[in-house]
T-cell receptor, first 113, second 120 residues
Framework: ELKVEQNPLFLSMQEGKNYTIYCNYS?????LYWYRQDPGKSLESLFV?????AVKQEGRLMASLDTKARLSTLHITAAVHDLSATYFC?????????????FGQGTRLTINP | SAVISQKPSRDICQRGTSLTIQCQVD?????MFWYRQQPGQSLTLIAT?????????ESGFVIDKFPISRPNLTFSTLTVSNMSPEDSSIYLC?????????????????FGPGTRLTVL
């Protein structure tokens, strides 16, 4: 059974600090997505990582993918309050010809002034 | 990307009743999906809505409880039948669209705004 595990599940940090969210998965895949969810809202696509070694950056967020280690990271640089949200990674699988996304548990990020 | 709307956005229902949730997309898509997100939890795939054939359900979800329709390439419905308080969740529709990126072509999923269901 595929498992997608995020670490940490809860993160409270101060503005200006750096931190990393980890996403480990248990089966072979070279496609991984990061989403952001604000309270009461739907999911917003942040990054699409399509190959081993892929690195994407947008503002204070940077995501990377290591398919050999089955690990993706989401790095936050000099955090600001607006980044407070829940972040999900999702592994893209092709099972019996059908695409499926399997989500991690989510990391609830709170950034304090 | 894709513009997805869901109706209703929220509802409060009585135990034993059923609710049908609608999902409309602004363009034709091959794949549509229904997810459940229980309070404070991650997303779990309920089923893939197939146009012209029966939906494909994930383990733990059955057609009698969650019947799905997909009459065309832009619309789908999910019914939550014989509801109980355990069905209180956010139900999200998503679609997959082929997207071109630097590393090639891939199938990206976009999510609707969700339907927040509370069952009393």
């Amino acid at each position: 059974e595929l498992k997608v595990e995020q670490n940490p599940l809860f993160l409270s940090m101060q503005e200006g600090k750096n931190y990393t969210i980890y996403c480990n998965y248990s089966t072979t895949s070279d496609r991984l997505y990061w989403y952001r969810q604000d309270p009461g809202k739907s999911l917003e696509s942040l990054f699409v990582l399509l190959s081993n070694g892929a690195v994407k950056q947008e503002g204070r967020l940077m995501a990377s993918l290591d398919t050999k280690a089955r690990l993706s990271t989401l790095h936050i640089t000099a955090a600001v309050h607006d980044l407070s949200a829940t972040y999900f990674c999702a592994v893209d699988l092709l099972i019996q010809g059908a695409q499926k996304l399997v989500f991690g548990q989510g990391t609830r990020l709170t950034i304090n002034p | 990307s894709a513009v997805i709307s869901q109706k209703p956005s929220r509802d409060i229902c009585q135990r034993g009743t059923s609710l049908t949730i609608q999902c409309q997309v602004d363009s034709q898509v091959t794949m549509m999906f229904w997810y459940r997100q229980q309070p404070g939890q991650s997303l779990t795939l309920i089923a893939t809505a197939n146009q012209g054939s029966e939906a494909t359900y994930e383990s733990g979800f059955v057609i009698d409880k969650f019947p799905i329709s997909r009459p065309n390439l832009t619309f789908s419905t999910l019914t939550v039948s014989n509801m109980s308080p355990e069905d209180s969740s956010i139900y999200l529709c998503s679609v997959a669209k082929w997207t071109s990126g630097g590393a090639g072509v891939y199938n990206e999923q976009f999510f609707g705004p969700g339907t927040r269901l509370t069952v009393l």
